[in-house]
């Protein structure tokens, strides 16, 4: 039988690259909703807009910590439970991209309602720096799945 036409076309990864993918996604997000809440740095006044920056910081770590830590983790063992070589896109199970396409569609409300600048920054610093700190676990499942591969 012939293969299927998705199979032939679907663009197929090694779990290391998959990690790779994924620590590189959540790595962007981050650093991206961080620097966004410089912009809006300017919009507020700079008094509580700092004090949203801190605040932001502190429960994107705590965030990170208790509930992103979380997902990572998820995401390593999806990864790993793939075959060697599988959809790419496949990095991320199907409820993870359901809560992606949730967080974009949030993230834009977010931009267009009429919240003051320094609510909006700590939010955004809150999810940039939880997303990034939690990358940190994905970058040393890469790191251990490259120190594998002869």
Known sequence: MPPHFLDRVTPRAYPGTRLLTAALAWSATGVFL???SVYLFREGSRGIVLAAVL???ILGMVKGR???DRIADRIILHIGAKPTRSCLGGLFSVRNWMLIAVMIIFGRTL???PIEAGIKTGLY???GSGLAYSSRLLWRAWKNSAAKTP
């Open 125 to 127: 610093v809150m999810v």
């Open 55 to 57: 605040v932001g910081l």
């Open 66 to 68: 208790f509930i992103l």
């Open 111 to 113: 931009s267009v309602l």
């Open 34 to 36: 961080s620097v966004k």
